[in-house]
């Protein structure tokens, strides 16, 4: 890793933690709750329309937000192997919440991380909640692709 690099994830990981309050009395399940969402983002700061990269739990997202409230899916293209889908056109395409690949222009949808010219290759999409302060945490990503599983439930306590 770059040294410029590793001081920004090093900064990245500091913010992350200052960002999540310490509670007395916290049990073993609530630790483990902890450490199943990474706060990344404040929700203000994603611009409406576009994407970013973001890193969380160890892996490359990219996180959108539309008109419907954020997604997030694997930042890197199944199809050339570069991490680049945060920097795709979103839109809609099909009736459904899209980002056009910046190098094939695949579409993959932001609800469900489906291909929509390849119905055998998806990616990945990783479950959002935004907290009361408007702080956006990625929790692990899904293994099972349920369309109607809800993007980004409304604010949590």
Known sequence: MKPST????????EHS?????????????????????????????????????????GAQVAVFLTDTGPYALDHVDPFCGAA?????????????????SPMYKQHFRLDTGQCLEDETVRVR???LR???????????????????AAHAPEATA
């Open 130 to 148: 935004v907290d009361t302060d408007g702080i956006l945490s990625i929790g692990r990503p899904e293994t099972a692709h349920d369309p109607e």
């Open 84 to 100: 680049i889908l945060a920097r795709g056109i979103v839109g809609e395409l099909q009736g459904h919440p899209v980002v056009a």
């Open 17 to 57: 933690a200052s960002e999540t309050p310490a509670r007395a009395g916290t049990h073993a399940h609530d630790s483990a709750e902890a450490t199943a969402w990474q706060a990344v983002c404040r929700l203000d700061e994603l611009v409406a329309g576009a994407g970013a990269a973001v890193r969380a739990h």
């Open 125 to 127: 999409r990783w479950p």
């Open 6 to 13: 590793h001081r920004r994830a090093k900064g990245a990981a």
